[in-house]
């Protein structure tokens, strides 16, 4: 492909020419982009690849233990920041929702408080009209029945 390159091959040009030779390779151009730059970054690890018969041009040498354990580490963190990010935000709805619950309630109680006002108002005021309506009949009997 670098030669394809110095010579003034495009990359469609190479694209057409790689599928004509091998066609049952899915290609597309960014991947002709992506290898050329490749190549240009390291020239010497294509040449070690061609060297050993492989593709270097994206060949990543295996993880290590090590690398292994941090990358399941990242990603059981990740999952554990996921979980306490889902467990706040059903927390907050929860709490906002006892929160509403209780300004119901307390609602409920000042109208019921009000309404316990009211009939005691009501109360004292029928007591009131008892004791000065039964204090006239009380004196005007007896002086009648004398």
């Known amino acids: 492909m670098d030669t394809l ?23 597309l151009p960014r991947d002709i982009y992506n290898a050329r730059a490749a190549i ?39 999952r554990a920041k996921e979980d306490l990010a889902k467990f706040k935000e059903e927390s907050k709805k929860e709490i906002d929702e006892l929160k509403e ?12 408080e009000m309404f316990i006002d009211i009939c005691n108002e009501r109360v004292m005021v029928q007591r009131e009209r008892l004791n000065d309506t039964s204090t006239p009949n009380n004196n005007t009997r007896s002086t009648t029945g004398n």
Do not use: C, W
């Open 40 to 78: 240009n970054r390291n020239p010497q690890k294509v040449e070690a690849g061609i060297a050993e018969q492989r593709p270097a041009i994206y060949s990543k040498p295996p993880p290590t233990a090590e690398e292994r354990i941090r990358s399941d580490l990242r990603k059981e963190l990740a």
């Open 5 to 27: 390159t110095n010579i003034g091959i495009g990359v469609t040009q190479t694209l057409e020419i790689l599928q004509q030779q091998h066609p049952h390779v899915p290609l």
């Open 101 to 112: 619950r209780i300004r119901e309630k307390d609602k409920m109680i000042q109208r019921f």
